[in-house]
């Protein structure tokens, strides 16, 4: 039997030969009838140790209970859209601006979308072969050993743990836009009770959820790229038809340290950390793989729309704002340098309020708020089935395997909300300390994790070369 056969989701796994059995993709039998068992569990090919005498209140709490396949196309195409989507697109970006001017940045997030969706690729090539509750590290396991799998589990657990407090203190200090006079505490309290609410029911409702707030997200950063094009060509109240002249005052490419050719190297290096930090790749897309319906039609369509949202929303939109906006604006200068990270640290307002429309940035506002709780949500649901996934492994406390009988991992939820609990670190230290530590951390993590994925998706074509060379010999 062919390799190319056993992609199909028709096929039988009990026809391999003995020449099969012993290469790649047999190391551990992948269940190929997917629709057959969407509505049950999403993973029962591994083993869990049951737990039916339990009886009372913990009968609905088993190890032996599984997450199921719930989520619809509908759902996962718009987290694939607008999952990802947070307070770095509409404020951080301000930031990679000034520092490196308009061209730096427009180039900057031009190089490192085209790294993202090559990347992006790699993992809807693994996560489309083997689409579980974390495929890419599945993957890392069947390709290097188990070490290299733990390891890049934890690193995957960690990056999406420490992006939760961010949004949620992004969260905060957007509501300080308008008013400052109350304790954080209260909105920490709110969205992380929201979080839970979303992720310890049903998966369901975080599908749902996502999928009403990616529609606001998409809204809003096609609203602003229709605003960009109106604006630039003279429909603002002073009818002034700007065009390019933000774009090309005072330089297109800034020096960030130093002056000269060095500076404006550095300047475009500054610009591309902060492109790392805002463009996210397709990891939070495959972490639903495991709980998606037909996932293997599912994941297929669902990662063919991240291009668009790479080209439209995060290439857009860093010509956007170079175009709305000078570099040494002094509103955006004096945001960054008094550390402020609310809405008019958002280049997107800052124009709408040197053109004196009124009302308008609060709408902005509303809808930044909602992408950052929406991405909080999203690096929420895959911090907790990354939990899971790790216990089923066995590098994890197996405690983490138990689940409701609607398939959520409840203890792995709890052990997550410990990391959203790091946002109250907002109410000893200045909100911007607290999100440059976090950034940095992030950023480390996710640049690692890249290197994992691109190694296994190297050693995953070295595999599946050697086997189809095998299956010529066969036939």
């Not at 047999?26 to 009886?55: K, L, Q």
């Not at 090559?118 to 509750?133: F, G, N, R």
């Not at 060509?233 to 020096?255: K, S, T």
């Not at 309020?353 to 950052?372: F, R, Y």
């Amino acid at each position: 039997m062919m390799f190319g056969n056993t992609l199909k989701k028709d096929s039988s796994f009990e026809e391999k030969t003995e020449n099969e059995k012993s290469s790649f993709a047999s190391d551990t039998d992948i269940p190929v009838h997917y629709e057959d068992a969407s509505e049950n569990d999403s993973d029962s090919y591994y083993p869990t140790d049951s737990s039916s005498d339990r009886s009372g209140f913990f009968a609905n709490f088993k190890t032996d209970y599984k997450t199921k396949r719930t989520l619809e196309q509908r759902h996962i195409q718009l987290i694939a859209i607008g999952g990802s989507i947070g307070t770095g697109l509409f404020v951080t970006i301000g930031t990679g601006l000034a520092h490196a001017g308009p061209g730096s940045l427009f180039v900057a997030f031009f190089f490192w979308t085209t790294v993202i969706l090559l990347l992006t690729s790699a993992v809807a090539e693994m996560v489309c072969y083997l689409p579980t509750s974390s495929p890419f590290i599945d993957m890392a396991g069947r390709a290097v050993d188990e070490a290299f799998e733990c390891a890049a589990g934890w690193n995957f657990f960690l990056m999406e743990a420490f992006y939760i407090p961010f949004e949620i203190t992004a969260c905060n200090t957007m509501i300080h836009f308008w008013r400052d006079d109350y304790s954080p505490a209260i909105t920490f309290v709110v969205q992380i009770a929201l979080y839970i609410a979303f992720n310890i029911y049903t998966v369901k409702w975080y599908g749902e959820s996502e999928f009403y707030l990616s529609i606001t997200k998409l809204i809003l950063c096609i609203a602003l790229l229709f605003f960009t094009f109106i604006t630039m060509v003279g429909g603002n109240p002073q009818h002034d038809a700007f065009g390019f002249r933000n774009f090309n005052h005072p330089d297109p490419f800034l020096p960030y340290l130093d002056s000269g050719a060095l500076g404006q190297f550095e300047g475009f290096f500054a610009a591309v950390s902060k492109a790392c930090f805002v463009c996210v790749s397709g990891e939070y897309l495959s972490m639903v793989a495991g709980e998606a319906k037909n996932p293997r039609n599912t994941m297929k369509n669902s990662f063919k729309t991240v291009i668009y949202r790479l080209a439209l929303f995060y290439i857009g939109g860093a010509l956007s704002v170079g175009i709305l906006v000078a570099s040494n604006d002094p509103q955006l200068l004096a945001s960054i340098s008094s550390g402020k990270s609310d809405a008019s640290a958002s280049p997107y307002v800052i124009a709408i309020q040197n053109m004196g429309i009124k009302g308008l940035p609060s709408v902005v506002n509303v809808v930044i708020i909602l992408s950052a709780f929406s991405a909080g949500n999203s690096y929420y649901y895959c911090a907790s089935r990354q939990l899971y996934s790790l216990a089923k492994k066995g590098f994890a406390p197996k405690c983490f395997l138990i689940c409701s009988k609607e398939g959520i991992p409840v203890l792995a939820v709890g052990f997550t909300t410990i990391f959203a609990l790091l946002s109250l670190l907002q109410l000893g230290k200045s909100s911007t300390v607290v999100l440059n530590w976090i950034v940095s951390l992030f950023v480390s993590l996710q640049v690692s994790s890249f290197g994992v994925w691109s190694s296994q998706w190297v050693i995953f074509h070295l595999k599946v070369v050697s086997m189809l060379t095998i299956s010529f010999f066969i036939i």
